[in-house]
């Protein structure tokens, strides 16, 4: 179990640019999900996959946001003419039923900041 | 490094006391709820969970304790040490795939 990693962990981009993350879950996870984190808040939910299928994707999604998860494995994050506001910092998480639920488990974290 | 939660409650414990950390939960219908540690710069870590059906579980210096008559969990740390200092944050598993995070506690451990 090598937990679930992030890649890059820091971006920094020009507004306009754009930008894509990556994201390998626990191996054996077939949830995967992609949250959003400000200063001062918890995350937020941002989009869903169960194996390869995107299963929701939130409301705070823009259409400049995209999201892959390709052959039920790892995951990417695309934004599109990135905006100021897209800075934050970008978690993936993976789960899987374990014990008494859905154990999910976070990765480092890219923190995008768009100047 | 960053720092997360800039504006949150915050608990300060002198080190060796314990800790108590509480969350109000939103759906009456969760039913199993992790609580999550946050260091500065770093994704939150996985420390305990809860079933609805239990009141209480404990792990190695944790214990969590379920309310579900008014909708409250709390994560108990026995003898907080420095390394403790963090936000701690709440979530509830609702529905079929969901996790909804409270507000976190940022908590101090002073020497």
């Known amino acids: 179990d090598t937990g679930v990693s992030q890649d890059p962990r820091h971006k920094i981009t020009k507004r306009g640019q754009n930008v894509t993350f990556r994201c390998d879950p626990i191996?054996?996870?077939?949830?995967l999900y992609w949250y959003r984190q400000t200063l001062g808040q918890g995350p937020e939910f941002l989009t869903y996959f169960q194996n390869e299928a995107q299963l929701e994707k939130s409301r705070l999604l823009s259409d400049r946001f995209s999201a892959e998860r390709p052959k039920g494995s790892f995951s990417t994050l695309e934004i599109q003419r990135t905006e100021q506001g897209d800075s934050a910092m970008y978690l993936c998480a993976s789960s899987l039923f374990r014990g008494l639920g859905y154990e999910q488990y976070f990765g480092p974290g890219t923190r995008l900041t768009v100047t | 490094g960053e720092s997360v939660g800039l504006h949150l409650p915050t608990l300060s414990v002198q080190e060796g006391d314990n800790s108590i950390i509480n969350c109000a939960y939103s759906?009456?219908?969760?039913?199993?709820f992790i609580w999550y540690k946050q260091e500065s710069g770093k994704g939150p870590q996985f420390i305990i969970d809860i079933r609805s059906n239990m009141d209480k579980r404990q792990g190695q210096r944790v214990t969590v304790l379920l309310n579900k008559t008014v909708k409250h969990l709390s994560l108990q740390i026995a003898a907080t040490q420095p390394g403790d200092s963090a936000v701690y944050f709440c979530a509830e598993f609702s529905g079929t795939y969901k996790y909804i995070f409270g507000t976190g506690t940022r908590l101090k451990v002073l020497a």
């Open positions: 759906n009456s219908a969760s039913d199993y």
């Open positions: 191996s054996e996870h077939n949830r």
